[in-house]
């Protein structure tokens, strides 16, 4: 038996016996539907500035400017469907009494996989939410026709309806967060370089309950060392193995 194999083993036992399971995605868990991450070699920080493009600063200076970015990001993903990783996680949802389901990732994939019940901690690259009256659409046009677009009901500007560099996210929603932690059997992490608070710090509240800790990343991240089980495969490869019945490593 491989190395992999015996930590898919471990990490399906505890899977298998919990009732409440927490998982936390990043850009990564995409990667295989085509969406780009951020911090690999191909990723978008590589090619963009993230203060340039995403930060409210930004967006007063030169709304129109971000939009085009963010035009040109829908449309890089408005072709993108979900990855087995993510069908995974849907069938999880399915066998599970209680699934957590929180992602960094604002293309939709989980839910277009079946997931119901997904937390978008940054919020949804298919939303636009108007900058005066709060109001937030659902729209899927790409390419936008009007950039900047404008809010349907009172005219005033749009912005993305994404969490910036520089934004908080709701109290009420990192408190849910950290109640299903305290409340889960086992944690997964999949897809994450874990270097974007308050998502890099929720595997270390983990370890401080004392839940176990499963990653499934790519790359080395920086709390790895505390985390009990640590798969360096593809999520698409990993996760149907986790917890469907197709149960063999290609
Ligand atoms: N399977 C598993 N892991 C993968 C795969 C894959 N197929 N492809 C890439 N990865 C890993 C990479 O090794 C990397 O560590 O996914 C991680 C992606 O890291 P980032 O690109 O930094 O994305 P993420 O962690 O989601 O970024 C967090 O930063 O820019 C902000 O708001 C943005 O939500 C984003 C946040």
Known sequence: ???????????????????????????GISSESGVPTFRGQEGLWQNFRPEELATPEAFWKDPKLVWEWYDWRRNAVKDA???????ALAELENNLENLTLITQNIDGLHQMAGSSNVTEMHGNLW???????????????????ELPPRCKKCGEIGRPN??????????SLIDSV?????????????GTS?????????????K???????????????SAGLYDIVIREKSGEILPLLFTSNRTLS
């Open 1 to 27: 038996m491989t190395e992999t194999e015996e930590k898919v083993n471990q990490a399906r036992e505890l899977i298998e016996s919990a009732s409440h399971v927490v998982v936390l995605t990043g850009a």
């Open 81 to 87: 469907k979900p990855n087995p990783g993510h069908y």
């Open 127 to 145: 939303q636009i939410r108007c900058t005066k009256c709060g109001d937030i659409e659902q729209n899927f046009e790409v390419p936008l026709g």
């Open 162 to 171: 994404v969490v910036w560099f520089g934004e908080m996210i709701e109290m």
């Open 178 to 190: 950290l109640k299903a932690i305290e409340e889960c059997q086992v944690m997964l992490i999949i």
């Open 194 to 206: 874990g270097v974007v608070e308050p998502a890099a710090s929720m595997g270390l509240v983990a």
């Open 208 to 222: 401080q309950a004392n839940k176990p800790v499963i990653e499934i990343n790519l790359d080395e991240t920086p």
